[in-house]
């Protein structure tokens, strides 16, 4: 890792994964939206790298909350 966003990035996909696997039900549909995130996390990464520094964080910080989002919305129990 060479750049704050780098570290930055990688730690806030960790969060992500530990998040997942650690208090989810690990069912599909909260998959994918920890994926969009990780997505989004690795787009902030590059742009902040580039130079484009507001958007990179810009782009952490409601990948994170898009996570966090995902993380409480409540799953429907058959």
């Known amino acids: ?7 930055l990035s990688v730690a806030c996909f960790i969060g ?3 998040a997942f696997f650690r208090f989810t039900e690990r ?9 969009l995130s990780g997505i989004a996390l690795a787009m902030a ?5 580039v130079g484009y520094v507001f958007l990179g964080y810009a782009l ?8 966090l989002l995902s993380f409480s919305k409540p799953t429907s129990r058959d």
């Open 1 to 7: 890792m060479t750049t704050f966003f780098d570290a």
């Open 16 to 18: 992500l994964v530990i």
């Open 27 to 35: 069912d599909m549909p909260t998959l994918l939206r920890y994926i």
């Open 45 to 49: 990464n590059l742009l902040g790298n």
């Open 60 to 67: 952490v910080f409601s990948a994170m909350g898009f996570g």
